[in-house]
């Protein structure tokens, strides 16, 4: 038996994980390092399993996964769980057809009041809280009678498991399982690598995972909740609105979705339309719709159901981000590294928004696996700002004359022949920088944005410069002028001169945007800076160690090797010297990484626009204080520089609480701190 201290311990450990399960999970601003965090929950699994009568439903540790079940038992609903009507109307009749409905129902005149939210692509759930401590979670199945899954949505950690200041002695809540689009692309391109089978889309990754009958391999795959409303109650007053109890979920501990909004009117509940659409791609999840939801449940009572719908309620939907076409021929693209992409040519298709006619294959085994033919009828999916893929072919549509896709064996742009590494998914060329395709990639990447930023030098230019071979290698660009470039076809005088000045101005560069420019396979940007700010001079780093260069933060044996590679060729050596004789130079400094500026160790994320700067001017100027500049906003964002217009990344800081500076603010702390 424990004693009365092992008990408190207990109960002590639970209530500190699960305040930090919230923390992290729900609302992404964890307070102690992960470390931290595992020795608690440790501790925790040490003592229940020393005594095993410790363990409660609403520990902490159940969410691991239980043992393997035989199948789920049918759970009948206490009250059904409805569909809802569609509208795929545009944003202002759609909204406006179900604005008149709603009047027309309730027989009134005046501006009706709604709540505005997402429609979540993922699996309808339903958890029962009894007393506060989840007791049950099941599916939707036919609206009568869903699926017990409760082992499995255990293990979806912002599922509370026991709600906080909730009194209610039942407290049905009913939301949607999803997975993020991040969660998703990461564990497809983990399943890629191993050569196992990928996830079609978020949604069937989340479904799949709910209905999988070992908790243990459901527990790997990352899900998340979104709650939207409620089933069965016992023991609590309603509040009067939707809002009010999406409020009250959320302050229970539940996560609910912060893009929501109390709108009056047709005219608003367009506009949310057109504000989400227009933030679509930028989500971190898959949405297909909004809902909009009459907000006073008096009202929502008088309006009741037709055909087990309410007609308190509709879905406005979205373009679908899954489209069925013909596929005409598999090409093959050569990249940067000389790996060869299968990319799908396709009969043109209106998909998440654009039309698209190139999808990605991915690479051989994919299109094996998936038993992608040319002529097959397949589903191509866009969504976010990921690049169109072909997840799945429909074979019963499969016509006599399909064919199936070959490998080349040699590279289709230059000739020299393709390996296939042991372990590796990828084809690539050995062509090297003699290849074309690599050649002008290789050009494309030095001159990008983020590397030594040469305004102007688009892929058309770079076609011709290297079909032309004027350019063969990267420092053939800084012998261009202004001459052979008004030679060139539909290039006008003034564009020469601006591309001459723009090669010019590059050659002031940073060493770490020119380290990264160099294309070393595995070194991306961050990678690159950290090299920089690790080694301060190029020498060292050319010179550098495999040894000495895992010193460097979040650089792995690969990245050392393939640094090490690089500057072993004599070929690559001798870029970075004919670069440096043509006048291309970086800023070089001693003992960088013990030198501690003044925004040394600060994340900072940059939003809207900025008047006086812009924002790579910005990020520059922070980063040369010591700070790094991230994409998105999360709990580890110090600051959030926000100018005009600034969107959901403002929203996301200040639901986080992260300190928010104005561009005024930015530009005085810039001044003070660069003359320090
Ligand atoms: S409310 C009675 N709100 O859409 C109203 N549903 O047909 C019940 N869904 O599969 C649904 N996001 O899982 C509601 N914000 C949201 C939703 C949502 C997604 C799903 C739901 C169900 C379907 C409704």
């Given at each position: 038996m424990p004693g009365r201290e092992v008990i408190h311990r207990a109960k002590q450990l639970r209530d500190e994980i699960k305040l930090h399960e919230h923390r992290y999970y729900v609302l992404d601003a964890p307070s102690i390092p992960d470390a931290e965090f595992d020795k608690l929950f440790r501790e925790l699994q040490a003592l229940e399993t020393q005594y095993p009568e410790l363990q409660a439903p609403d520990s902490p540790t159940q969410?691991?996964?239980?043992?393997?079940?035989?199948?789920?038992?049918?759970?009948?609903?206490?009250?059904?769980?409805?569909?809802?009507?569609?509208?795929?109307?545009?944003?202002?009749?759609?909204?406006?057809?179900f604005d008149t409905r709603v009047k027309n129902a309730l027989g009134r005149e005046g501006e009706i009041?709604?709540?505005?939210?997402?429609?979540?692509?993922?699996?309808?759930?339903?958890?029962?809280?009894?007393?506060?401590?989840?007791?049950?979670?099941?599916?939707?199945?036919?609206?009568?009678?869903?699926?017990?899954?409760?082992?499995?949505?255990?293990?979806?950690?912002?599922?509370?498991?026991?709600?906080?200041?909730?009194?209610?002695?039942?407290?049905?809540?009913?939301?949607?399982?999803?997975?993020?689009?991040?969660?998703?692309?990461?564990?497809?391109?983990?399943?890629?690598e191993l050569g196992l089978p990928t996830l079609v889309n978020p949604r069937n990754g989340a479904a799949g995972s709910i209905r999988q009958l070992d908790p243990a391999l459901a527990a790997k795959r990352p899900l998340s909740f979104f709650a939207y409303g409620l089933g069965e109650v016992q023991g609590w007053t309603l509040p009067a609105t939707h809002s009010a109890i999406l409020d009250a979920l959320q302050s229970f501990g539940l996560p609910v979705c912060a893009d929501r909004a109390v709108v009056h009117g047709a005219q608003a509940l367009a506009e949310f339309h057109q504000r989400i659409a227009a933030k679509r791609d930028a989500l971190p999840f898959d949405i297909d719709g909004v809902v909009y939801k009459v907000n006073s449940l008096a009202l929502q009572q008088e309006l009741g159901f037709?055909?087990?719908?309410?007609?308190?309620?509709?879905?406005?939907?979205?373009?679908?981000?899954?489209?069925?076409?013909?596929?005409?021929?598999?090409?093959?693209?050569?990249?940067?590294?000389?790996?060869?992409?299968?990319?799908?040519?396709?009969?043109?298709?209106?998909?998440?928004?654009?039309?698209?006619?190139?999808?990605?294959?991915?690479?051989?085994?994919?299109?094996?696996?998936?038993?992608?033919?040319?002529?097959?009828?397949?589903?191509?999916?866009?969504?976010?700002?990921?690049?169109?893929?072909?997840?799945?072919?429909?074979?019963?549509?499969?016509?006599?004359?399909?064919?199936?896709?070959?490998?080349?064996?040699?590279?289709?742009?230059?000739g020299s022949h393709v390996v296939r590494e042991e372990g590796e998914a990828a084809t690539r060329c050995t062509g090297g920088l003699f290849c074309a395709a690599q050649r002008k990639q290789a050009?494309?990447?030095?001159?990008?944005?983020?590397?030594?930023?040469?305004?102007?030098?688009?892929?058309?230019?770079?076609?011709?410069?290297?079909?032309?071979?004027?350019?063969?290698?990267?420092?053939?660009?800084?012998?261009?002028?202004?001459?052979?470039?008004?030679?060139?076809e539909r290039m006008a005088e003034k564009s020469a001169q601006n591309i001459v000045a723009a090669l010019e101005k590059s050659k002031q560069a940073q060493l770490n945007r020119f380290l990264f420019a160099l294309g070393i396979r595995h070194v991306g940007e961050t990678?690159?800076?950290?090299?920089?700010?690790?080694?301060?001079?190029?020498?060292?780093?050319?010179?550098?160690?495999?040894?000495?260069?895992?010193?460097?933060?979040?650089?792995?044996?690969?990245?050392a090797q393939s640094i090490v590679d690089f500057f072993a060729e004599a070929h690559n050596r001798e870029v970075v010297q004919q670069l440096h004789e043509l006048g291309v130079h970086w800023q070089e400094h001693e003992g960088v990484s013990d030198q501690i500026l003044p925004l040394?160790?600060?994340?900072?994320?940059?939003?809207?626009?900025?008047?006086?700067?812009?924002?790579?001017?910005?990020?520059?100027?922070?980063?040369?204080?010591?700070?790094?500049?991230?994409?998105?906003?999360?709990?580890?964002?110090?600051?959030?520089?926000?100018?005009?217009?600034?969107?959901?990344?403002?929203?996301?800081?200040?639901?986080?609480?992260?300190?928010?500076?104005?561009?005024?603010?930015?530009?005085?702390?810039?001044?003070?701190?660069?003359?320090?």
């Open positions: 969410r691991v996964g239980g043992k393997v079940l035989e199948g789920f038992a049918p759970v009948k609903h206490a009250v059904s769980m409805l569909s809802i009507r569609t509208e795929t109307d545009t944003e202002a009749s759609g909204a406006a057809n009041e709604y709540t505005c939210e997402l429609k979540f692509d993922g699996l309808a759930i339903n958890l029962r809280y009894e007393s506060g401590v989840l007791v049950q979670a099941a599916t939707r199945g036919d609206g009568e009678t869903g699926e017990d899954v409760t082992q499995n949505i255990r293990t979806i950690h912002c599922i509370p498991l026991h709600l906080t200041g909730c009194t209610a002695g039942v407290l049905e809540v009913r939301g949607e399982v999803y997975m993020s689009r991040k969660d998703f692309n990461r564990y497809n391109d983990k399943q890629r037709v055909s087990r719908e309410p007609r308190w309620a509709v879905a406005h939907k979205y373009p679908a981000e899954e489209q069925l076409t013909v596929l005409r021929d598999i090409e093959i693209q050569v990249g940067r590294t000389g790996k060869l992409t299968p990319v799908a040519k396709l009969e043109p298709v209106f998909v998440g928004g654009t039309t698209v006619s190139n999808a990605t294959l991915h690479n051989e085994d994919e299109i094996r696996r998936k038993d992608v033919h040319i002529g097959d009828t397949v589903i191509v999916r866009r969504a976010g700002d990921v690049i169109p893929e072909v997840v799945g072919v429909l074979a019963e549509k499969r016509p006599v004359h399909a064919r199936a896709f070959v490998m080349p064996t040699t590279c289709p742009v230059c050009i494309l990447h030095f001159a990008g944005r983020r590397a030594m930023d040469v305004e102007g030098l688009g892929d058309k230019l770079v076609d011709q410069l290297v079909d032309e071979n004027i350019i063969r290698s990267l420092p053939d660009l800084y012998r261009l002028d202004g001459v052979i470039l008004a030679g060139l990678t690159a800076k950290d090299l920089a700010r690790h080694f301060g001079k190029l020498d060292a780093i050319m010179q550098a160690t495999p040894e000495q260069l895992l010193q460097v933060p979040d650089v792995g044996p690969v990245v040394s160790g600060k994340t900072f994320v940059l939003t809207g626009t900025l008047a006086s700067m812009s924002r790579d001017e910005a990020k520059s100027r922070l980063e040369a204080l010591g700070a790094k500049v991230a994409g998105s906003v999360s709990k580890k964002t110090d600051y959030v520089v926000a100018g005009t217009e600034a969107g959901s990344k403002l929203d996301k800081a200040l639901e986080l609480n992260v300190l928010v500076w104005g561009e005024v603010e930015l530009i005085n702390q810039l001044e003070e701190m660069e003359s320090q």
